[in-house]
């Protein structure tokens, strides 16, 4: 826990606010058919929290529909928990700050200290005893997962994944800074289990609710996540 290229913005900035009607009176449309972008799939997870300064908020997991609409629908969602120093651009954020990432991002694979839920499609690799997550910007292995911890990565800039057993029971990769790191970006930004009070930067969920998202997704249908807020000035940016 512990850059890209502008592709899309949400459509209107006013529309982001969640449950609301528009004028006409007709139903809100689903958060994603108000994106311009959603990484291309027909799977997406939004995590939404009502403002920056938010610990706090709600993830939800969407299916495209196969109509000629290609209508979004909610498969569930859960509350979730973001970094203690609330939400940031992932463009400039900084390490350490303990802020979550906004933006549009893939999901490389999922991870685990137990087993993967019955029925996940998702690469699922198991957390073992010499498992890491480097965060050490000098090394080498900076914002990956490494077994052993490499020499010149150091311990105390690196996660040891077995250690959070809470957390990281099930989690899943979020593409941030992750294709061409920059050092001083931020690495090993997770979508992962709650452990019950604010991330280092992470979106977290409940146990269960993880487990669901792993068994619902597909990777054939591309599914990426997309964290924000449900205020006006948010946009939601591909890196």
Same mark, same amino acid.
């Given at each position: 826990m512990r850059p890209g290229v502008l592709v899309a913005v949400l459509v209107s900035a006013s529309l982001l606010t969640l449950g609301a009607a528009p004028a006409g009176g007709s139903p809100p449309r689903p958060l994603p058919a108000r994106m311009a972008d959603t990484g291309g799939g027909t799977q997406l997870i939004t995590a939404v929290a009502p403002d920056t300064g938010s610990t706090t908020g709600t993830v939800t997991w969407w299916d495209r529909g196969d109509g000629r609409d290609g209508g979004w629908v909610a498969a569930g969602s859960a509350p979730a928990r973001f970094g203690s120093g609330g939400l940031t651009d992932g463009a400039t954020r900084v390490q350490g700050t303990n802020t979550t990432p906004t933006g549009l991002y893939d999901l490389p694979y999922a991870f685990g200290i137990e087993a993967a839920p019955r029925g996940t499609a998702y690469r699922y690799r198991p957390v073992h005893a010499d498992s890491w997550w480097c965060q050490d910007n000098a090394s080498r292995s900076y914002n990956r997962w490494t077994e052993p911890r490499p020499a010149d990565c150091r311990a105390a800039e690196a996660e040891h994944l077995v250690t959070y057993a809470t957390q990281y029971a099930h989690a899943l990769v979020v593409g941030f800074n992750y294709d061409r790191p920059v050092r001083g970006r931020g690495a090993g930004i997770f979508l992962h289990v709650d452990g019950r009070g604010a991330t280092a930067g992470c979106v977290s969920v409940p146990k269960e609710a993880m487990r669901r998202i792993l068994r619902w997704a597909e990777? /054939?249908? @591309?599914?990426?996540?997309?964290? +924000? $807020?449900? +205020? /006006?000035? $948010?946009?939601v $940016? @591909?890196?």
């Open positions: 990777p /054939g249908e @591309r599914p990426h996540i997309a964290i +924000g $807020t449900a +205020g /006006g000035a $948010t946009a $940016t @591909r890196y």
